[in-house]
């Protein structure tokens, strides 16, 4: 096998998979359509599904992974899979007739995947729920929960060990700006934090079943709740249930989605040491702890009661953690409650956890990098390392992490830009495009509810920032370097050069 074609075969090994477990969810969603009683949307969803798993297989078994994997192709694996399963995922709603226009299904899938939850399929006959069937309602639900954890991280846990660029391609997709080994293999590591998510997944479900939801409702809302992707079939969200234990399961829930994996994985074996001595967590709790005593005290001026309390706790989880539940009409709130809660979109929860945004931790690791950068001003020969707690982070991994959040500024600031030339107002564009990158959901402005009072272009924009923010960028850009345009690439290569 050449060169060429073992770079081709993982890209396509890899999509084949992507696409072989897109199908089997379709076929189940097909199942639930039956199951629920409503056969209008089984047929389009089992067809599509078969024939998805059919091209999955075919490319699965036509390919095999090469023995030697640049590490350029991760970066371009990694992205195309990510660009084909969300084309894939726009043809349930296409061929079900439940979203008419190419760029609606297209925003609604890149908006499951990435865990997003932004939506733009509006309120049915029952002003309660969304105009879409249960087949397509658990569609919307376990897009969510694949593109929690990750669809690579599921393909590196069936593939044969691929030694340490498996590890790359699950960093690549993790929220998060390193992978860890939980194992010396990969491919049991990769088991294991799966086996975490589907069991906190089930433990989540039957939290819901006992607290009074039907079964299609607690898997639906446990796949996005493990997954902090925050789909709903109610168009309240959570306020439907109207139910104050609900909300405060929910937002232990919530916030122990946002909470890094791994290290739940180790309190699960017994050593809460990992979690409870890191920076990174205790940054996230006392983000969290502060931004829920702001709301409450400014939030309204109504009585600060327990019932505030629980209102405050939950948005400001549900933001920070990026699930974008939400249990009252955070609208009505004082502008500073709601210019609270605008500063903590992009910001996201814990690395290694199912949360978009930032993350605690390149913010901890950019405060350090600025207080030397502030020191070095007095001392011009001062040496001071940059730490996260008591690791010190090698400067090339700080400027990365410096760079990254540069970039996403430069994101945040063009789209919101962009959206503003549609027409819209700042506040909705700078919700936009911020909940949009921090992959949050519900925004402020015209896009409290959904986003179908943005114009197709500023929908095609909150699309492109979605993927840049569930993918942190640099896989983008370095996928980048793979297109074949002549004058683009040498550019390209220079911007994202690496020495491995």
Known sequence: MTE???????????????LAFCGVAMVASAVVELLSGDTDDWLPLTVTGLIVVSVGYTLRTSTSVPKAIPLLDVFATVAASWVVISLVGTLPYLLTGTLTGLDLALFESVSGFTTTGATVIGAGPDPARYDASDGILFWRAITQWMGGMGVIALVVAVLPSIGGRGMGMMAAEAPGPTGERLTPRVRSTARRLWGVYLGFTVVVMVTYLLLGMNLFEAVT??????????????????????????EWLLVLFMFLAGTSFPMLYRVLRGRPGPLLRSVEF?????VVGLAVLLIFFTADAGPRNLEALRQAAFMVVSIMSTTGYANTDFTLWADAAKGILLILMPLGAMSGSTAGGIKMIRLVAV??????????????RLVRPIRIGPTILDDRVANQIVGLVILALAAFGAGSLLIVLTGADLVTAFSASATSFGNVGPGLGEVSADFLAIPAFGRMVSVVLMVLGRLEIYPILLALVKLPIPRARPMLARMTRTDS
């Not at 205790?282 to 006392?286: D, I, K, L």
């Open 4 to 18: 060429r074609n073992a770079r081709a075969s993982l890209l396509l090994h890899t999509v084949g998979l992507t």
């Open 221 to 246: 809302h446990a796949f996005t709740t493990v997954s902090t992707g925050g789909f709903s079939p109610n168009t309240a969200s959570i306020a439907h249930y109207d139910s104050a234990m609900l």
């Open 282 to 286: 205790r940054t996230y709790a006392a």
């Open 367 to 380: 405060a350090s990098f600025a207080h030397r950068a502030s020191l070095g001003q007095l001392h011009s």
